[in-house]
């Protein structure tokens, strides 16, 4: 038995590996379609710092990075890279690299301090215009996300954050807010960023803002529930008052690592499916399907909440396009737990595994411990969105991997990062092949631009394509990947050929 199943999996490792090796090819940008969006990502609180200027209010990241012991490295976020200040010179930066697009977040309790929607902060609406007003003239279209997870503190403190419906209210002003004043010029929005993190990591593991654990399984569900009805409000203001005068487009970004049956045996195809649905299905079916996965709804019961009517409407195809962020893959295999386990990872009945049957790993690791590089991964999961959601535009919102930290190796090194050069190009060449199988994928981001706070690890990981000096005054340095880039992009005509 246990010989049959390693045979198997060998058998599924040299299927992967040959299919993926005849679509493996160096890509050139006009091997993309012309009107593709190459763009890259950041998110407010990981670059902008000025945490209290100009009338900014504090979020729940700034009170959780503040408290000793949550951020491993004991830093925070209060300076970060001081994008708030230096943004003209990352603009050049961007341009210079030739990304046509910047997809930014806009810090919610700089709009509104206290999070109500009563008193407006011109500071930051100044801020933001010039801002954008920079990103164009430099010819790059913003991509704005309403909600990167820095919801003002007051709004936690004052009355519970996501676990009340209230929030729904609160959400709508603000998103309406930047509607009003930034949408003449901003024609791509994205409501919420990753829902399911925020639910997760916020409510369940406790590693994110506010770093509520193990209360109650059920808070979690009610969290991801108020982000969706908060996601529903804000496109309907924005489809029955803006779209038609400003002509712009609305999506929403999930998180998705692509689940991968360990074996053809029914057992692991279903829990493949059902990890996709706890992550995938659990944004997506509501608005495509009008309630959440069956599944979930058959392992959870009324731990998961229910949609009114009205909710369902609100929510129906309350999408332009999807805003994908995916990073890696795992291969899945059942697990039987005792059903009276609410647990979010063992109610899923789906184990993770990072190795091929026989020992071998997935793909190399990157930096984060959840982190292998497995580009055939993201070919797999655009296809799996085109097809049980009936091909919806997509966009990759986020892609990319980390470096850690190490100052002690030679700062050339430190620029000339190899292993994130190939992650692109494998990592492209399976949306270029997913695009070719049929998925309508108009547009990829990097993440990310440069290196940032990243949450609960500080300063510890790199994820940028710009490296910045945190020892020396914050300057930024161009990496291997970023030089790979701009060739990339420049090449009009394709006449560079193969970029190594
Ligand atoms: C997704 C998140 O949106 C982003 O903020 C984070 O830095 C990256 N993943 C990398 O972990």
């Given at each position: 038995?246990?010989?049959?199943?390693?045979?198997?999996?060998?058998?599924?490792?040299?299927?992967?590996?040959?299919?993926?090796?005849?679509?493996?090819?160096?890509?050139?940008?006009?091997?993309?379609?012309?009107?593709?969006?190459?763009?890259?990502?950041?998110?407010?609180?990981?670059?902008?710092?000025?945490?209290?200027?100009?009338?900014?209010g504090s979020?729940?990241?700034?009170?959780?990075?503040?408290?000793?012991?949550?951020?491993?490295?004991?830093?925070?976020?209060?300076?970060?890279?001081?994008?708030?200040?230096?943004?003209?010179?990352?603009?050049?930066?961007?341009?210079?690299?030739?990304?046509?697009?910047?997809?930014?977040?806009?810090?919610w309790s700089?709009?509104f301090p206290d999070g109500f929607g009563t008193e407006?902060n011109?500071?930051?609406?100044?801020?933001?215009?010039?801002?954008?007003?920079?990103?164009?003239?430099?010819?790059?279209?913003?991509?704005?996300?309403?909600?990167?997870?820095?919801?003002p503190l007051n709004l936690?403190n004052s009355?519970?954050?996501?676990?009340?419906?209230?929030?729904?209210?609160y959400?709508?002003?603000?998103?309406?807010?930047?509607?009003?004043?930034?949408?003449?010029?901003?024609?791509?929005?994205?409501?919420?960023?990753?829902?399911?993190?925020?639910?997760?990591?916020?409510?369940?593991?406790?590693?994110?803002?506010?770093?509520?654990?193990?209360?109650?399984?059920?808070?979690?569900?009610?969290?991801?529930?108020?982000?969706?009805?908060?996601?529903?409000?804000?496109?309907?203001?924005?489809?029955?008052?803006?779209?038609?005068?400003?002509?712009?487009?609305?999506?929403?970004?999930?998180?998705?690592?692509?689940?991968?049956?360990?074996?053809?045996?029914?057992?692991?195809?279903?829990?493949?499916?059902?990890?996709?649905?706890?992550?995938?299905?659990?944004?997506?079916?509501?608005?495509?399907?009008?309630?959440?996965?069956?599944?979930?709804?058959?392992?959870?019961?009324?731990?998961?909440?229910?949609?009114?009517?009205?909710?369902?409407?609100?929510?129906?195809?309350?999408?332009?396009?999807?805003?994908?962020?995916?990073?890696?893959?795992?291969?899945?295999?059942?697990?039987?737990?005792?059903?009276?386990?609410?647990?979010?990872?063992?109610?899923?009945?789906?184990?993770?595994?990072?190795?091929?049957?026989?020992?071998?790993?997935?793909?190399?690791?990157?930096?984060?411990?959840?982190?292998?590089?497995?580009?055939?991964?993201?070919?797999?999961?655009?296809?799996?969105?085109?097809?049980?959601?009936?091909?919806?535009?997509?966009?990759?919102?986020?892609?990319?991997?980390?470096?850690?930290?190490?100052?002690?190796?030679?700062?050339?090194?430190?620029?000339?990062?190899?292993?994130?050069?190939?992650?692109?190009?494998?990592?492209?060449?399976?949306?270029?092949?997913?695009?070719?199988?049929?998925?309508?994928?108009?547009?990829?981001?990097?993440?990310?631009?440069?290196?940032?706070?990243?949450?609960?690890?500080?300063?510890?990981?790199?994820?940028?394509?710009?490296?910045?000096?945190?020892?020396?005054?914050?300057?930024?340095?161009?990496?291997?990947?970023?030089?790979?880039?701009?060739?990339?992009?420049?090449?009009?005509?394709?006449?560079?050929?193969?970029?190594?």
């Amino acid at each position: 038995m246990g010989t049959t199943i390693l045979a198997d999996g060998l058998e599924k490792k040299r299927k992967i590996e040959e299919e993926w090796s005849s679509i493996y090819l160096s890509l050139t940008r006009p091997d993309f379609p012309p009107h593709f969006t190459f763009g890259v990502a950041t998110s407010a609180f990981q670059v902008e710092g000025a945490w209290n200027e100009d009338g900014k209010g504090s979020s729940i990241w700034d009170s959780f990075a503040h408290v000793p012991g949550n951020i491993c490295d004991g830093s925070n976020a209060d300076v970060a890279v001081d994008k708030y200040h230096r943004y003209k010179e990352d603009i050049e930066l961007i341009a210079k690299l030739g990304f046509k697009a910047y997809r930014f977040s806009i810090s919610w309790s700089r709009i509104f301090p206290d999070g109500f929607g009563t008193e407006i902060n011109l500071e930051g609406i100044r801020h933001y215009n010039n801002f954008i007003n920079a990103l164009i003239e430099n010819d790059i279209q913003p991509y704005v996300t309403l909600y990167h997870w820095d919801l003002p503190l007051n709004l936690l403190n004052s009355m519970g954050g996501w676990l009340n419906e209230q929030i729904v209210k609160y959400f709508a002003i603000y998103a309406e807010t930047c509607f009003s004043n930034f949408g003449d010029r901003v024609k791509n929005w994205i409501t919420i960023n990753e829902p399911l993190q925020t639910a997760v990591n916020g409510y369940c593991t406790g590693v994110y803002a506010p770093g509520k654990c193990g209360n109650s399984s059920s808070e979690m569900y009610l969290v991801a529930h108020h982000q969706l009805l908060a996601h529903a409000e804000a496109v309907s203001i924005y489809k029955n008052k803006y779209k038609d005068k400003q002509g712009g487009e609305i999506g929403l970004v999930v998180d998705c690592e692509w689940s991968e049956a360990l074996s053809d045996s029914i057992e692991d195809r279903n829990a493949a499916t059902r990890r996709l649905d706890f992550q995938l299905g659990w944004y997506l079916d509501p608005i495509y399907y009008g309630d959440y996965p069956e599944t979930m709804r058959e392992k959870l019961g009324d731990s998961l909440p229910h949609f009114s009517e009205r909710d369902k409407e609100l929510l129906n195809n309350s999408i332009d396009f999807v805003g994908l962020n995916h990073y890696t893959t795992r291969f899945v295999r059942h697990a039987k737990t005792d059903l009276e386990d609410n647990d979010f990872y063992r109610v899923q009945e789906a184990d993770r595994i990072a190795e091929w049957e026989g020992g071998e790993m997935i793909g190399e690791k990157a930096a984060s411990s959840w982190l292998y590089i497995v580009p055939w991964g993201l070919r797999k999961v655009l296809n799996y969105i085109c097809t049980r959601y009936n091909n919806p535009p997509v966009y990759v919102t986020e892609n990319g991997m980390d470096d850690e930290d190490d100052s002690t190796s030679p700062f050339h090194e430190r620029l000339d990062n190899k292993l994130r050069v190939s992650y692109y190009k494998g990592y492209l060449a399976a949306v270029h092949q997913a695009i070719k199988d049929g998925c309508d994928v108009r547009g990829y981001f990097a993440w990310s631009l440069m290196d940032n706070f990243e949450w609960h690890l500080g300063y510890t990981k790199r994820f940028g394509l710009i490296y910045v000096d945190y020892r020396n005054g914050l300057t930024r340095h161009l990496k291997s990947s970023a030089y790979w880039f701009l060739r990339f992009l420049k090449d009009e005509q394709g006449k560079n050929g193969k970029l190594d």
